[in-house]
């Protein structure tokens, strides 16, 4: 039982900090494209592609 409550508070944490690492990239996206950063806007999309 403490294993299964273990593993399923560990999944819970991973997808937390995947949607966390998710939305500070938006945000970053979002302002480089702001700022007309092409070539960040390119190299943070890769990185978009990349947690997907």
């Given at each position: 039982?403490?294993?299964?409550?273990?593993?399923?508070?560990?999944?819970?944490?991973?997808?937390?900090?995947?949607?966390?690492?998710?939305?500070?990239?938006?945000r970053r996206l979002e302002i480089?494209?702001?700022?007309?950063?092409?070539?960040?806007?390119?190299?943070?999309?890769?990185?978009?592609s990349y947690l997907r």
């Amino acid at each position: 039982m403490l294993n299964r409550t273990s593993r399923e508070a560990k999944i819970a944490a991973l997808q937390t900090h995947r949607e966390n690492l998710q939305k500070n990239l938006q945000r970053r996206l979002e302002i480089a494209r702001e700022r007309g950063d092409e070539a960040l806007v390119r190299m943070l999309e890769a990185e978009a592609s990349y947690l997907r």
